[in-house]
């Protein structure tokens, strides 16, 4: 689900280096996430909940390559 902004202030984590990172903006109570190679698709909406508990299940290693 997209919600309607018209210019949200995209940030790179301060970890990325080579231009391939995901940006993240604070938007409409909630946060919207994109692939910085490809800014002009749409991006995905998520929650505080949603993104923290993404964040807790990636530190964790839920997400790493078997």
Same mark, same amino acid.
């Given at each position: 689900?997209? #919600? +309607?902004?018209? #210019?949200? &202030?995209? /940030? =790179? @984590? $301060? =970890?990325c280096a080579n231009g391939t990172c995901v940006e993240i903006a604070a938007v409409d109570g909630g946060y919207?996430? /994109?692939? +910085? =190679? /490809? ?5 995905? *909406? !998520?929650? @505080?909940?949603?993104? $923290? &508990? !993404?964040?807790? @299940?990636?530190?964790? @290693?839920? *997400? &790493?390559?078997?």
């Amino acid at each position: 689900m997209m #919600h +309607s902004t018209e #210019h949200p &202030a995209w /940030r =790179k @984590g $301060s =970890k990325c280096a080579n231009g391939t990172c995901v940006e993240i903006a604070a938007v409409d109570g909630g946060y919207l996430v /994109r692939d +910085s =190679k /490809r800014p002009e698709q749409q991006p995905m *909406f !998520f929650t @505080g909940e949603e993104l $923290s &508990a !993404f964040a807790e @299940g990636f530190v964790a @290693g839920e *997400f &790493a390559p078997e």
